[in-house]
Structure formats: C-alpha cells, structure tokens
C-alpha cells in the first residue's frame, strides 16, 4: 500500500493540530516549538517547557505505533468493515499479527463510540449538523470517496478524525 513516509504524516497532523489552536495550560500565548525528531510540541513559556506529544493529542494517545500504520490501519477499514487483522497486516506490510488485531479492535472500539458523540455534539450545540471527524468511519468513506482514492489523498479526513475535535 501506498503510504505516506512517517515524517510526512506526523508534519501533516501537526499542522491540522495547530490549526485548532492548540493551547498550553499554562495559557501563555507565545505558542510552541516543533520538536521534529520527538513528534511534539514544546511551550515556548520558558518557566513551563510543557510537551505535548503529537499522538496524545489524538485519538492515538497511548500508542506506540507509527502514524503512517494508523493511517493505512483507518483508510483499510473505511473501504472494508469486514477487513481482518492478517489482510492489515500484509497490506501494510507490518510484522507482528498481535499488534494489527489490537489496533483493529482499537478502531472499532473508536468507531463504535461515534454515535454518543454525535449526540452529545448535538445537545451541547444545539445542531444536527455533524462534523466529519465524529462520523463513523463508514459515513467519512462515503463522504470522502475513500473507495476511489489513495490514502494520501484522503488523509486529512483521517487526520481530522483521529484528532476528533
Ligand atoms: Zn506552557
């Protein structure tokens, strides 16, 4: 599968990040540092130095795998709910089977979750206009064509998504 290099991925979500405005608890405006190599941010306040690491800003907190993985993880997924761990694996070319059953049952796990945020969404903002990033994957397929274009073109979709606000 065609996937964008590693770098490519984290320099992407990085900057749909910061376009939400990203904000230290510190509440100092100066903004952050890009710490590439780490994949995280770091308050320019030098009385806080706080770091956010790109991953724990998402959906993906907590895990050790690539971002291109999740990425290729979500877009096979998208294109096939019934898609197993060992197709994952050999489409991404990923070792360990353990680790792509865990990361599609982490998926599912997210998807399933969707429509409490939808409602949710919809009480607190008094809409019933849903967002992207809290559609379940399914629907962000059929809005996004997933089934006729390359995961680096729809990666902002999967992107917006994993950072789910
Ligand atoms: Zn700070």
Redesign the pocket.
């Known amino acids: 599968m065609n996937l964008p290099t590693e770098s490519e991925c984290a320099e992407r979500l990085k900057e749909l990040v910061l376009e939400r405005g990203l904000r ?3 509440n ?1 405006t100066r903004g952050f540092y890009w710490l590439r190599k780490k994949a995280c941010f770091e ?1 320019k ?1 030098r009385g ?1 130095k ?1 770091t956010l690491y790109l991953k724990g800003l998402t959906r993906m907190r907590g895990s050790k795998l690539p971002f291109r993985i999740w990425l290729g993880a979500i877009y096979l997924y998208v294109i096939n709910q019934d898609v197993t761990a060992t197709e994952m694996q050999e489409q991404l070319g990923y070792d360990t089977y353990s680790t792509m059953w865990e990361l599609l049952e982490k998926i599912k796990t997210l998807d399933a979750e969707m429509p409490e945020l939808q409602e949710r969404y919809k009480r607190e903002k008094d809409t019933n206009l849903i967002p992207n990033h809290l559609l379940e994957l399914s629907w962000l397929g059929f809005m996004e064509s997933f089934i006729v274009r390359e995961p680096s073109e729809v990666q902002n979709g999967i992107w917006d998504w994993l950072i789910g606000f």
Do not use: E, T
Request: hydrophobic share 10%.
């Open positions: 230290c608890k510190c100092d308050c306040n806080c706080a």
